[in-house]
Nanobody
Framework: QVQLVESGGGLVQAGGSLRLSCAAS????????MGWFRQAPGKEREFVAA????????YYADSVKGRFTISRDNAKNTVDLQMNSLKPEDTAVYYC???????????????WGQGTLVTVSS
């Protein structure tokens, strides 16, 4: 099984930017499509963005489309989430996830990271 570790969370003002990174280890990274999810306080976990095995295809939640960009580096076994024009409603714990299938199957993902907290102040 692949292991995932996120980094890059923190506190940022509204309108600012933040870049999250997820490092994968264990099984072959290119066997997995990758995604980012988030969970705000008191809310259910929700999908944010996903990227295919090669990185040639991506898709996003409507709430982040045009502001967030997902990318991956298969040589470094990493997947990043560039977040621009951040809003207070983007405040959440952000999780990296791996899935053998693309589009992702949120109810049957292969692995999750431990999460990294993003706080956007107004």
């Amino acid at each position: 099984q692949v292991q995932l570790v996120e980094s890059g969370g923190g506190l940022v003002q509204a309108g600012g930017s933040l870049r999250l990174s997820c490092a994968a280890s264990g099984r072959t990274f290119t066997n997995y499509a990758m995604g980012w999810f988030r969970q705000a306080p008191g809310k259910e976990r929700e999908f944010v963005a996903a990227i295919s095995w090669s990185g040639g295809s991506t898709y996003y939640a409507d709430s982040v489309k045009g502001r967030f960009t997902i990318s991956r580096d298969n040589a470094k076994n990493t997947v990043d989430l560039q977040m621009n024009s951040l809003k207070p409603e983007d405040t959440a714990v952000y999780y990296c996830a791996a899935d053998e299938y693309y589009p992702l199957t949120p109810n049957a993902l292969d692995a999750w990271g431990q999460g990294t907290l993003v706080t956007v102040s107004s």
